[in-house]
């Protein structure tokens, strides 16, 4: 059954503009169980996995680890996890790091668009989708932020990617709101947050900033791409019909 379209645009009517705290409690009073939550254990992830856990302790929590992330980030998902006390699921590629580049080469570093594609597809975005269809998900709370990149700019705090029902709790947060989430909270930062990085992902493919940079995606993607496809590709229905909401 597919997500109805007229419960997604009442609750955008609903919530936009709303507190992040309001938002999730009201999908996931709605939708319970069927609701996940993703993290990339990055530099602003705590923001939204401290928030969700103080509403849905048991939510689960989806990691997408490529085999590529560095140590510190391995390290810092391993101290949230337990801090958190996270309902944490762990979901990689089918295709090991080893066996991917035997078969494809380093795809990050071929001069071809298709390539980081390919690479982004098989290591985020397949592992996601069966992350989303094994857990039975009709709904997705995601921490993006609409100041991140053009993409996100266009989102709206609730809209279908493809026909899973994607929540945008943190939409309008800027920087200095994260900032201040983690000072009143006294979160635990990324141990690489110190050293420059805005974000973090791949070791191979993400840089600390620096006064050169005026482009603030530069340090991502080795300034080819704002996007790694997870949050603009579509993702099928699996499902359940979605209750309606009322405005």
């Not at 996931?28 to 530099?43: C, H, K």
């Not at 810092?76 to 494809?104: G, K």
């Not at 380093?106 to 001069?111: F, I, M």
């Not at 006294?186 to 947050?193: A, G, I, T, V």
Request: aromatic content about 8%.
């Amino acid at each position: 059954m597919r997500w109805c379209t007229i419960s997604v645009r009442r609750f955008q009517r609903r919530f936009a503009g709303a507190p992040a705290a309001s938002i999730i409690e009201a999908a996931v009073s709605r939708l319970g169980s069927r609701a996940v939550v993703t993290t990339s254990f990055g530099t602003q992830s705590a923001v939204l996995l401290h928030m969700v856990r103080q509403i849905a302790p048991r939510i689960p929590v989806v990691w997408i680890d490529t085999g590529y992330l560095p140590p510190e980030t391995y390290q810092y998902a391993h101290r949230l996890s337990r801090e958190f006390d996270l309902n944490l699921h762990t979901y990689q590629s089918e295709l090991s790091p080893a066996r991917m580049e035997a078969l494809y080469g380093k795809l990050w570093e071929q001069d071809d668009p298709e390539a980081l594609d390919r690479y982004h597809q098989i290591r985020k975005v397949d592992p996601l989708h069966r992350a989303l269809r094994e857990l039975e998900a009709s709904a997705w709370i995601a921490g993006v932020r609409r100041s991140q990149t053009d993409h996100r700019r266009t989102l709206q705090v609730a809209q279908r990617q493809g026909q899973i029902c994607k929540i945008h709790p943190l939409l309008e947060w800027s920087d200095a709101d994260v900032a201040a989430y983690f000072d009143e909270h006294h979160l635990p930062r990324h141990p690489l947050s110190d050293q420059g990085y805005t974000h973090v992902g791949d070791a191979h493919l993400n840089r600390p900033a620096s006064g050169d940079d005026s482009d603030p995606h530069a340090t991502r993607f080795a300034g080819r791409a704002q996007e790694c496809g997870l949050h603009t590709t579509a993702v099928a229905d699996h499902r359940i019909e979605i209750p309606d909401w009322s405005p």
